[in-house]
């Protein structure tokens, strides 16, 4: 019944924008920290960015500082990623995801991952 889907996700040259949507269903995004991670292929699952649940305290991995934009739309259910400048290392699969357990953010992922979706591709090139 907990569901995602993510989108926004396209082929851009560097240095160009995309916005990343997560709509969430059979929950309600208020009440869980979210993060974003991506994957690219042969690399490990990093998180990118978590946005925490009371006062939504935003975290970012290093590499997205000042780039991108975690976002959360309660009347929409939906958590945003706004990615500026983008790399060409930034190539990857994007998901969104909550961890029931510990329900917080670990720097710019959580502790565990309990939920996510089928994710969005972002490919950067020129």
């Known amino acids: 019944q907990v569901s995602f889907v993510e989108s926004g996700g396209g082929r851009v040259q560097p240095g160009g924008s995309l916005r990343l949507s997560c709509a969430a269903s059979?929950?309600?995004?208020?009440?869980?920290?979210v993060a974003w991670f991506r994957q690219a292929p042969g690399k490990e699952r990093e998180g990118v960015s978590c946005?925490?649940?009371?006062?939504?305290?935003?975290y970012y991995t290093d590499s997205v500082k000042g780039r991108f934009t975690i976002s959360r739309d309660n009347l929409k259910n939906t958590v945003h990623l706004q990615m500026n400048s983008l790399k060409p290392e930034d190539t990857a699969a994007y998901y969104c995801?909550?961890?029931?357990?510990?329900?917080?953010?670990?720097?710019?992922?959580?502790?565990?991952?309990?939920?996510w979706g089928k994710g969005t591709l972002v490919t950067v090139s020129s």
């Open positions: 995801g909550i961890d029931t357990r510990l329900n917080q953010c670990n720097g710019a992922g959580l502790y565990g991952m309990d939920y």
């Open positions: 946005i925490s649940i009371s006062d939504g305290n935003t």
């Open positions: 059979g929950f309600t995004v208020a009440n869980y920290a």
